[in-house]
């Protein structure tokens, strides 16, 4: 059996800029894994980052244990 090659033709990376998102990446990337359960509630970043403000408000105003 022929082993694939990891590398197609058809992937061009000519016009490539190294290191384009390097430093945004260096400063900070917030990427969270969401599971499949909660993606059926959750479907996109607009309604978690909802509902995370949600529960930031709702936090907000609860007493805070000693």
């Given at each position: 059996m022929k082993k694939q090659p990891e590398m197609l033709d058809e992937y061009d990376f000519s016009k490539g800029i190294r290191g384009k998102y390097a430093k945004a990446y260096h400063e900070g990337v917030n990427i969270v894994k969401i599971d499949e359960d909660v993606t059926k509630v959750f479907p996109d970043s607009k309604s978690?980052?909802?509902?995370?403000?949600?529960?930031?408000?709702?936090?907000?105003?609860?007493?805070?244990?000693?």
């Open positions: 978690v980052n909802e509902a995370l403000r949600t529960l930031m408000r709702l936090l907000d105003k609860t007493p805070q244990s000693a």
